[in-house]
């Protein structure tokens, strides 16, 4: 009879853990979508980006209720317990990129009204990238429970920000050489910094992956190079 308690827990938890790298390929695509979106100036993609969030936040509230319910119904300590913890933060730190990449596709449409549209999409194509491989690379570490490849997405935090730097010093020449750029070089300095968010949030994940596997939270300050005084969170 224990042997088939301790086999059902695992399994809830090994179900848990599952819905949640499901929910972290759905963020995966909504950042996608809507960096393309941005790009290639495609309002159809960006509207189904928009349409596609609420999948998401239905995506995590049936993580909090499985998790809710298996410390409900097991009581978990220790290193199971953390387990389920931080499936629930993980969830939250990916709903939040979703809402992320739903701020820029909200965007699209009236950037692409905008005109002159200033030529940019390089960087952003830059930032995309190295945003969407640091979500891949940590979502990787939770699923292998790899703390080292989680520090590593933690300590490179500082790569988006720079890039975030530069393209913010790049809309802001756009907008000094013509009046006319400010509103869509606005538009997009609001995008920028959400995709530098995203990044923020793949960080957290780094460190919950850590507190998960050692139950203790880093120590160090995260590194951090975004020097700019601009707070543009696009919400």
């Known amino acids: 009879m224990t042997e088939h308690i301790v086999s059902a827990f695992e399994n809830e938890l090994k179900g848990l853990a599952q819905q949640v790298a499901e929910m972290g390929g759905?963020?995966?695509?909504?950042?996608?979508?809507?960096i393309d979106s941005l790009i290639k100036a495609d309002v159809a993609l960006a509207n189904r980006v928009r349409a596609a969030d609420p999948v998401i936040d239905a995506k995590q509230r049936e993580i909090e209720e499985l998790g809710i319910l298996i410390i409900a119904k097991r009581q978990p300590?220790?290193?199971?317990?953390?387990?389920?913890?931080?499936?629930?933060?993980?969830?939250?730190?990916?709903?939040?990129?979703?809402?992320?990449?739903?701020n820029i596709?909200?965007?699209?449409?009236?950037?692409?009204?905008?005109?002159p549209m200033p030529k940019v999409t390089g960087g952003f194509d830059a930032m995309a990238r190295l945003a969407l491989e640091r979500v891949k690379d940590v979502l990787d570490a939770y699923a292998q429970r790899d703390v080292a490849a989680a520090l590593?997405?933690?300590?490179?935090?500082?790569d988006i920000d720079a890039l975030y730097n530069s393209l913010f010093r790049e809309l802001l020449t756009y907008m000094l050489e013509d009046p006319r750029n400010i509103g869509s070089c606005t538009h997009l300095l609001f995008c920028a910094k959400n995709l530098e968010r995203i990044g923020d949030h793949a960080t957290n994940i780094a460190e919950t992956v850590h507190y998960m596997v050692h139950g203790v939270t880093l120590a160090d300050e995260r590194p951090k190079l975004d020097t700019t005084t601009m707070v543009a969170t696009g919400t």
């Open 105 to 115: 596709a909200k965007r699209v449409t009236v950037i692409n009204s905008s005109l």
């Open 26 to 34: 759905l963020t995966e695509k909504q950042i996608v979508g809507a």
């Open 77 to 102: 300590m220790a290193i199971d317990l953390r387990e389920i913890v931080g499936a629930l933060r993980i969830a939250a730190d990916l709903e939040r990129m979703a809402d992320l990449a739903k």
């Open 152 to 158: 590593e997405v933690w300590r490179s935090d500082g």
